[in-house]
């Protein structure tokens, strides 16, 4: 890895301009870059491969879900862009999360290979939505189901709610990568997040990433919050 940083900053912009105009004002030795699902479908893999050429580690995060052999082979691609991390969606099942993790394997050697991690249960969504669906769990329990699965399969780790990670990393262990989006800074709002937690509470209770996104991305010096940040969770 290029950095030993924690946080992940949330490209979560309408346009390349609008996404370079903030990666100039950043450092890839301060930060990691995440590109989701709306940039990546506006600008592509150029874009993708813009970053790492700027000595970016970047998470694709796309959360591939589909049968096994299509998710393989998507990874297998997001992979050749030269991406640090890319995700697929526990909710795909073991056999998909363990092609996907094979296709890496055969083409890739270890310290090659981008990191392979699962989402498990958006932070957007909560008990409600479980109830909707009719799956008889709490929040906290699906989403432990779905990170014992993606462990099961091989996976780096997962994609979980800073409110979880304190139990995952209990029962995952300690190699076991917890990547915390809905991160907020003390005061801040919480947007269309709603299970949301501080940086330094979420490091504290066992993440290993922090992915956020506006509160360094609208501020009026994002370097500044950057560092501020980094200084805070020590």
């Not at 989006?181 to 940086?199: E, F, H, K, Y």
């Amino acid at each position: 890895m290029k950095n030993s940083s924690p946080i992940i900053v949330a490209l979560d912009f309408p346009s390349e301009a609008a996404t370079m105009q903030l990666v100039e004002q950043l450092d890839p030795s301060l930060c990691r870059l995440k590109v989701g699902k709306e940039l990546f479908t506006r600008c592509g893999p150029a874009l993708v491969k813009r970053l790492v050429d700027k000595n970016f580690d970047v998470f694709l995060d796309l959360k591939y879900h589909d049968i096994p052999n299509t998710t393989a082979q998507a990874c297998l691609a997001a992979a050749e862009l030269g991406v640090w991390m890319l995700n697929v969606h526990a909710l795909g099942g073991e056999k998909m999360m363990l092609a996907a993790k094979q296709v890496l394997a055969d083409n890739f050697s270890d310290n090659e290979s981008p990191l392979l991690i699962a989402v498990t249960w958006l932070t957007s969504s909560g008990q409600a939505e479980l109830d909707a669906l009719g799956i008889a769990a709490t929040p906290q329990q699906m989403v432990s189901r779905l990170a014992a699965m993606s462990r099961n399969s091989g996976l780096d780790g997962v994609v979980c709610s800073a409110q979880e990670a304190a139990v995952l990393r209990q029962d995952m262990g300690e190699g076991f990568i917890l990547v915390t989006p809905g991160i907020r800074l003390a005061g801040s709002q919480q947007d269309d997040q709603c299970r949301v937690v501080t940086p330094e509470k979420a490091i504290k209770d066992g993440a290993s990433y922090l992915v956020i996104g506006r509160p360094i991305t609208q501020a009026t010096d994002p370097c500044k919050v950057l560092r501020t940040i980094i200084s805070d969770i020590g």
